[in-house]
């Protein structure tokens, strides 16, 4: 069964901090690993994929398929970061549907 | 490009009335997803339009749920009746083909509230 977890459903740091929101997933093939990202009155957006290994925003995610996870990392963490964060999982394989972690919701303290 | 339209934003009808949730794509995006999140849970797929037809609609949840797409173009799902379970909020999604590589573009969200 494919399954995503996100592990913490609140994360809270100070502006300049380090953040790391983990995301771990069960998947018995090659899966395709998303973030998604969701701020204050806006619509669900994705952030970053893990196929793309590029860095939005100064997040950088990297698959790591011996832990299974995709934790979602950025150095030095913004006010505008505070969002809902959701790390997201497909079959591959064509596959089309995204199996979701319950999500995190980040808030960056001034 | 204008965006994954859905409407209405917000809706509020008693138990045992219907309701129908409306979106419309992008414009040329052959790939149109349904998602639901209920209160405290994580964001579920619900089912997967290719063109006019269902490629996938494992995720709905029972029979009181009807999905159309009416020539490929705008989506509509009808909750009829409807159950105090199935407040939540209401994704529609499209994404070109050959699909989830790219990426969804999600719409707002219908905020549906039975009461």
């Known amino acids: 069964a494919q399954r995503v977890t996100q592990p913490e459903k609140l994360l809270s740091v100070f502006k300049g901090a380090p953040v790391e929101l983990k995301c771990n997933y069960s998947?018995?093939?090659?899966?395709?690993l998303f973030w998604y990202v969701q701020y204050s009155r806006q619509r669900l957006q994705l952030l970053l994929r893990h196929i793309s290994r590029e860095s939005i925003k100064g997040f950088t995610a990297d698959l790591n398929k011996g832990e299974t996870s995709f934790h979602l990392k950025k150095p030095f963490a913004q006010e505008e970061d505070s969002a809902m964060y959701y790390c997201?999982?497909?079959?591959?394989?064509?596959?089309?549907?995204?199996?979701f972690g319950q999500g995190t919701r980040l808030t960056i303290n001034p | 490009e204008a965006g994954v339209t859905q409407f209405p934003s917000h809706s509020v009808i008693e138990k045992g009335q219907t309701v129908t949730l409306r979106c419309d794509p992008i414009?040329?995006?052959?790939?149109l997803y349904w998602y639901r999140r209920v209160m405290g849970k994580e964001i579920k797929f619900l089912l997967h339009?290719?063109?006019?037809?269902?490629?996938?609609e494992s995720g709905m949840p029972n029979n009181r749920f009807l999905a159309e797409r009416t020539g490929g173009t705008y989506s509509t799902l009808k909750v009829q009746p409807a159950e105090l379970e199935d407040s939540g909020v209401y994704f529609c999604a499209s994404s070109p083909n050959p699909g989830l590589s790219y990426g969804y573009t999600f719409g707002s969200g219908t905020r549906l509230t039975v009461v």
């Open positions: 997201a999982l497909s079959g591959g394989q064509g596959a089309q549907k995204l199996v």
């Open positions: 339009f290719v063109k006019e037809s269902k490629q996938d």
């Open positions: 998947y018995s093939g090659s899966p395709e």
């Open positions: 414009s040329g995006h052959d790939n």
